[in-house]
């Protein structure tokens, strides 16, 4: 057991477009960003308590009823909406107030408190110009912290890792993650040898992210109600 709560908890997402002020077609974007969550909502469907839906023109969030899959939903947003960077708060405890599934907004508990504040945190470091901040981040409710402590390290070092991708490693490390199969198969995909696809994925320390990423997916299964 990773994790250990006195009442059945959410988890409230919550994702903010880095820099979006910068962005010079912002309305493109945005409508992009619709469009993926709107698949989210569709592919999810199960795990999901209130769809996923822009909040801000800056901001969207959603509410998950389990943890099994809130990985895949946040890779699938990055893959997705890439080259815009997206910030991801977690935030994982109860809602107090009535829960809509067609809509999140107007949801109000401790989950949305720590996702709102591990957002904030995550900007914070950013102002810091810490160096490889992290760009995921989860607060969870109750006498969790130990476990919320090794889970964020651990989103950090995904994250400095992410960020040492060259654009082709970055390629070919997302399919590999999409599709979950052999070397041989991206390689048929890229039309390039297989050789190619290894040395892409031992430079860009594939194994080393996808085996942490594996024990961030087995903690956050652990978390449904």
């Not at 050789?195 to 992210?209: M, R, T």
Request: charged share 30%; net charge positive.
């Amino acid at each position: 057991m990773f994790f250990s709560f006195k009442n059945d908890p959410y988890i409230a997402v919550i994702g903010d477009i880095k820099e979006s002020k910068r962005i010079e077609n912002r309305s493109e974007v945005q409508k992009k960003l619709k469009q993926v969550l709107e698949e989210i909502n569709e592919k999810y469907i199960n795990d999901i308590s209130s769809k996923f839906m822009i909040t801000l023109g800056d901001e969207f969030q959603g509410l998950l009823c389990n943890g099994s899959n809130i990985m895949d939903i946040i890779s699938e947003i990055e893959r997705k909406m890439y080259p815009v960077k997206i910030r991801f708060g977690i935030g994982v405890g109860t809602i107090t107030t009535d829960v809509n599934k067609e809509m999140s907004v107007g949801a109000d508990g401790p989950a949305y408190y720590k996702a709102r504040n591990a957002i904030e945190t995550l900007k914070d470091n950013e102002n810091k110009k810490q160096t490889n901040a992290a760009d995921i981040r989860i607060e969870v409710e109750g006498d969790n912290q130990a476990i919320t402590i090794m889970i964020n390290t651990i989103l950090l070092l995904l994250t400095v890792i992410k960020e040492s991708w060259s654009d082709r490693q970055r390629e070919i490390i997302w399919d590999m993650l999409k599709h979950q199969d052999s070397q041989i198969n991206v390689a048929k995909r890229f039309k390039i040898k297989q050789p190619a696809v290894q040395k892409s994925l031992s430079k860009g320390k594939y194994y080393a992210y996808k085996d942490a990423l594996d024990t961030i997916v087995k903690a956050l299964a652990e978390i449904r109600r």
